[in-house]
């Protein structure tokens, strides 16, 4: 009975929290001593997957684009031929949308923010709960499984196989919701999928101020985020508001400018592997949840942060 | 119109997580509970549908007696009626279940719930409330308009938005952007005073059916010290983020 990934891609593309569901997969797989298949859509070439340890990929091909229901229908029809009952997926907003329908369809424990491997008998998983701000041992006691795997919890990990593919034409419900408009910048990387983010709070005085943290994240190929009195007062869409009650995040490096810390703001940041923090205040709470501190003002450090980092590029590339 | 809205009691956003029972429980001593952040933008977009559509708005939460006081808010702030499901929720299924029974039995066509609640962030009642009931969905759900038995919604989606249409009925996943922060309403005494008036209904569970059971608590390890970089020496950061930390 082999473990199932749900492999998403953009524009052809594996995204990179793909790839890490494959590592996880193939992790679970090894543990379980069986193999890994994956399910793609709308993706040609997959040989990438073969990377990261996929023996067997299901190519299904659905013009329609992404909706949950119908995701959710092909995923569960992809783990009944497979006959799979260990089936792993991404955080993204799209996986977590199919998720719950995925595990309804197939009467499946499902578990999200998961941040380890499974322990096996019994199977349980170690979750992220209260924002962070703890781990929980869940045990999952149905006998299909779901994981919804944290985004950088695992990271890459290469396993070359011999991939096989094979096209798979499930069955397509209809769909009782239709997409009439997708607004996407094609341009800039979304915090969901950033190596880096780079936010920042109140202390940089108002909504002219931003150019200077767009440069930055644009020397640093990183996101823009903001705290949350920042977009209720209209200096930033609420689509960058992080935190608790904002978007988690789990990057590689988040740069916190003018954030003064508060326990909402740090318990949807504190996933994120190394923090830096600018801040004038060297009393300002976030120096005590972050690994690298600058006390001093965002208006002389952050030109002088992106001059440096341009010149860091430059030679380093 | 009638709608329902899922009210999950969390503990307020400062609240300090503790662990009792060999961590094996939340320690809910001098924790404050509220309405969940994102529940609380789903209520208050309710009451525009109530004030704008004539719609009806029941609040429901699965809980022990000690929820009440939060359905009480939810009332003061405009519902009309109340339902508490007599049970302490053990994982995101069974309360997907039993919401799924309210929702039948009071025939509601929207049926409004948060992304996430705060505390265990399942993000999975909503979505499981909606493939119980086969009603449409959308998740992550930052903008709602209903035309009579159509529906316009806008989903956020990693990197930007997505406007879906559907009809009647619906589950939606909620947070903010249904309506603004500016939006929320803290109830004043008139409606406080009401809502002592207002139907607060008790029911029992059916079969509770559990997928998942938490079993232990940890909490995270503390971190350990941080670097302090002098603010005219711009190139240790650099050379402590390529060299040591191995993040640029
Ligand atoms: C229910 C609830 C939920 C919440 N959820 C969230 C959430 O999800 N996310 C979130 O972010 N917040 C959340 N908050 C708000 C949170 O409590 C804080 O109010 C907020 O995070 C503060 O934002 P800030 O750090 O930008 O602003 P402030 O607290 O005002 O801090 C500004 C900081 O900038 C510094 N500063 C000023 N000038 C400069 C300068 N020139 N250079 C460098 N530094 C400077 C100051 O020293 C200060 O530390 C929530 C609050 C509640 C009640």
């Given amino acids: ?317 | 119109m009638k709608i329902l809205v899922c009210i999950s009691h969390v503990p307020d956003t400062t609240s300090k997580i503790n662990f009792t029972n060999d961590n094996t429980a939340f320690d809910t001593n001098g924790v404050q509970f509220v309405i969940n952040p994102n529940d609380e933008f789903g209520l208050t977009r309710a009451m525009w549908f109530k004030e704008k559509q004539n719609a009806t708005v029941d609040v429901v939460n699965v809980g022990g007696p000690e929820t009440e006081s939060t359905l009480r808010k939810a009332l003061a702030i405009g519902a009309d009626a109340a339902f508490r499901i007599n049970t302490t929720p053990t994982d995101g299924y069974a309360v997907a279940k039993e919401l799924s029974k309210v929702a039948v039995d009071g025939n509601y066509d929207l049926i409004i719930a948060g992304r996430e609640s705060i505390d265990y962030n399942g993000g999975m009642v909503p979505g499981m409330m909606a493939a119980e009931l086969g009603a449409s969905f959308v998740n992550n759900c930052i903008s709602l308009e209903i035309d009579g038995t159509n529906a316009t919604a806008v989903r956020e989606i990693d990197g930007g938005k997505e406007t879906l249409s559907s009809t009647l009925p619906l589950v939606i996943g909620g947070q903010k952007g249904l309506v603004e922060e500016s939006d929320l309403k803290i109830p004043n005494m008139r409606g406080i005073m009401m809502a002592r008036k207002k139907p607060l209904t008790v029911l029992e569970p059916a079969q509770q059916q559990t997928c998942t059971s938490s079993v232990k608590f940890e909490k995270p390890a503390p971190k350990g010290a941080i670097k302090m970089v002098d603010a005219d020496n711009i190139d240790e950061l650099i050379d402590l983020l390529h060299n040591e930390a191995k993040v640029i």
């Avoid at chain 1, 119908?70 to 260990?86: G, R, T, W």
């Avoid at chain 1, 150019?211 to 209209?234: Q, R």
């Avoid at chain 1, 002389?300 to 440096?308: A, G, S, T, Y």
């Fill in chain 1, 1 to 317: 009975m082999p473990v199932l990934v749900y492999i998403e891609s953009e524009n052809k593309m594996f995204k990179k929290a793909a790839l890490e569901v494959a590592s996880y997969g193939r992790a679970v797989a090894n543990t379980l001593n069986t193999s890994l298949s994956a399910v793609v859509f709308n993706t040609e070439d997959c040989s990438q997957l073969a990377d990261y340890g996929v023996d067997k990929v299901l190519t299904v091909n659905h013009s329609n684009g992404f909706n949950a229901k119908v995701y959710a229908d092909v995923i569960a029809q992809a783990a009944l031929k497979e006959s799979a009952n260990v089936i792993v997926l991404s955080s993204s907003a799209d996986s977590r949308y199919l998720a719950p329908i995925l595990a309804v369809g197939l009467k499946a424990g499902y578990v999200p923010n998961v941040v380890e491997l499974p322990k096996t008998q019994p199977f349980s998983v170690k979750r992220t709960a209260f924002s962070n701000k703890a781990f929980c041992e869940t045990q999952i006691t149905t006998e299909v499984k779901i994981i919804g795997l944290s985004n950088n919890a695992f990271g890459l990990i290469e396993h070359p196989t011999s991939l096989q593919s094979e096209a798979f034409s499930p069955q397509i419900t209809s769909s009782d919701i239709s997409v009439e408009k997708v607004d996407k910048a094609t341009d800039k990387v979304s915090i969901a999928d950033a190596e880096t983010v780079v936010s920042a709070g109140r202390g940089l005085k108002g909504p002219e101020n931003w150019n200077m943290i767009e440069e930055l994240a644009d020397v640093l190929g990183a996101a823009t985020a903001c705290s949350k009195p920042v977009s209720d007062l209209g200096w930033r869409p609420h689509s960058e508001h992080v935190g608790q009650t904002g978007k988690p995040v789990a990057s590689n490096l988040y740069i916190a400018i003018g954030i003064s810390g508060a326990i909402q703001h740090l318990a949807g940041i504190n996933s994120s592997k190394v923090k830096v923090v600018i801040n004038t205040d060297p009393e300002a709470p976030f120096f005590k949840a972050a690994d690298y501190g600058i006390v001093g003002d965002a208006f002389e450090v952050v030109p002088k942060l992106i001059e440096k980092l341009k010149t860091f590029k430059a030679q380093n590339s």
